[in-house]
């Protein structure tokens, strides 16, 4: 394997994902999305831990930039998880979709939108190899990785682009935003 043969492989999912996009976002979109990125996932040996390491200087939760447009839609990424990982009910103000490549990463969504109270949960789901979830701008899902994982995130814009996203903060027992700041490394080819 090579990088240029994991570039030719990101380039072709996200053409075809420009394209599932370009004719509307709805579930059924997304769905192919999901489908299209599970298809990209079984390329594994393009995408391992050995060349997507989680990175020691974080808190073992490392984001690598795949793939991602000049006016930062369509951003693709791996994220690598040392062990454990946890992320607060959030939504993303645009399309997201999770793929499974190693380890397991617990999804659960919610049945409320951001600012409708409490989060409670509608169904969980584990995201592993073959398998991947997706979500429509205002979803809302937590993730919970224990045991570490390796997964493609990949959204309708560049994560570190949009505003601040909703995250129910159960400490204050209300929903807040957050703007994504933390470091992404750029491994595009
Ligand atoms: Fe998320």
Redesign the pocket.
Known sequence: MTNSERAVAVADAMSDIREIDHAGIDRDSVELIRQRLIQLAQQKELFSWSDFPPDDSRDGSTLYLLSQDDDHRFALYLQSVADTTQ?PP?D?LTW?C?VGLEGKELNRRYEQRAGQGCPKVLDEFVVEHGTGIA?LPDDV?S?HVEGGSLNF?CYGHDLLDLPARNYWSQSDGEWRTMKIQYPIIDARS
Request: charged content about 0%; hydrophobic content about 55%.
């Open positions: 992320a959030h993303h997201a999770i979500f899902h993730i995130h």
